[in-house]
């Protein structure tokens, strides 16, 4: 650590003045990306969605010089891999094996959150990069001084990461979908860029979901965000996640603090059927991004997931002028509803030598596969292909 630098650990986000981690988390422009806001973090903390009673113990690091902040890395002591969506069982078990003990580890990400964004936080303007740098190095050395196996810094920026591999973390990258808004004028714009078949498809998807369903989409932000109606998807997201994770991570509390404190910032689209909400999606928006999370359904209706999740997220992101949808992990039956592949990334620091070399192996490994599956899966968008004009 640079003698110009010190660096401490917050064992509480109520700890940092939002104003000072806001400030570390703007981006060149003063936008703080939804996900990376104090308010996201305390209201994970605050109603026991990420604390020490689930696993999350805050472990966040503080970067400091001359008493004031210079940047911030949102971590938590770890003693499960769940809610992290880059998954590394197979090394715990492979390092117990060894004798090892893998747990406690140190997790740099978002809980619960597997949307690619800024892990470094350090206040913009002169001396950010060197900022940048001594935090890659001290979170390092907070890890090997601390007792723990491993850091893993999850969903960074490609930029991030080329800094962390330099510095001795292993590089990992994996796969997710999403759209990228090519100026489109209307969803019938977006459509007219695909193949006539996957045109017609998509047109029947969106027809029947809801025609044949009779139901109606509503899309609630800001006031709309009542109690009420955060009881209703509450309901949705545990009947879901129930029957998908096991436990589902967050409680009741999260998203009424998330609704007093970002409602502008959250969109639900929400299924009627017969007065009554039967299925939802929650969405986050960014300066540029509609970053799709999670849904829930209390009825079964066909091609109902792909209207409230894809369908209408594009429809929204095409209205509003953003870039990009990111719709979460994995899934590649998103690559038909107009859903590109992309590189995701994330760096480890490996404290045990002998266990990094095995691991750096296999990431060597594992990341030449990934390149040539995104290479595979990107010819198989459903987008117009001026080689195949004459099939069209």
């Known amino acids: 650590m640079s003698d110009s630098f010190t660096i401490r650990v917050v064992r509480s986000v109520k700890d940092i003045a939002a104003g000072d981690w806001n400030a570390c988390a703007a ?21 026991k969605s990420a604390v020490r009673e ?35 069982a197979g090394w715990a078990e492979a390092y117990e094996r060894a004798g090892g003990r893998y747990y ?9 959150t597997p949307a690619t964004g800024r892990r470094l936080l350090v206040r913009p303007g002169e001396g950010a990069d060197l ?37 001795d973390y292993l590089q990992r990258t994996d796969t997710q979908f ?7 004028g209307s969803f019938d714009d977006f459509l007219a860029a695909l193949s006539s078949r996957k045109r017609k498809v998509i047109r ?97 209706h066909p091609f109902l997931h792909f209207e409230v999740c894809y369908y209408q997220a594009i429809d929204y992101a095409i209205e509003k002028g953003l870039k990009r949808v990111e719709a979460g992990a994995q899934g590649e039956h998103k690559l038909a509803r107009g859903y590109k592949p992309v590189t995701t990334y994330s760096a480890h620091f490996i404290v045990d030598r002998g266990f990094r070399r095995a691991v750096d192996d296999y990431l060597q490994r594992e990341r030449r596969y990934i390149a040539e599956a995104i290479d595979e899966l990107g010819t198989l968008t459903p987008f117009r292909r001026p080689e195949l004009e004459e099939q069209d």
């Open 27 to 47: 981006d060149p422009t003063g936008a703080v990306d939804p996900f990376l806001d104090h308010a996201f973090f305390l209201s994970l903390e605050e109603s």
């Open 54 to 88: 689930t696993g999350w113990l805050g472990h966040h690091l503080v970067l400091e010089r001359g008493g004031v902040i210079a940047g911030i890395l949102p971590c938590y002591l770890k003693s499960h891999s769940r809610g992290e969506y880059v998954f590394d």
């Open 104 to 112: 406690p580890k140190l997790q740099a990400s978002v809980p619960f």
């Open 131 to 167: 900022a940048r740098a001594a935090l890659v190095q001290g979170a390092a050395q907070v890890a090997a001084e601390a007792g723990v196996s491993s850091l893993h810094v999850t969903f960074c920026p490609a930029d991030e990461w080329a800094l962390m591999g330099e510095a």
């Open 178 to 184: 999403h759209f990228e808004n090519e100026g489109y």
């Open 204 to 300: 029947r998807e969106r027809r029947d979901a809801l025609e044949g369903n009779g139901i109606t989409i509503r899309r609630l932000t800001g006031p709309e965000l009542t109690e009420a109606v955060w009881d209703r998807f509450f309901e949705f997201y545990m009947d879901t996640g129930s029957r998908k994770w096991g436990r589902p991570y967050l409680t009741r509390a999260f998203y009424s603090l998330i609704g007093e404190r970002m409602a502008d910032r959250i969109l639900l689209v929400m299924a009627e059927r017969e007065g009554r909400y039967v299925a939802g999606a929650i969405n986050f928006i960014g300066r540029d991004v509609l970053y799709g999370r999670h849904w829930g359904a209390v009825e079964n």
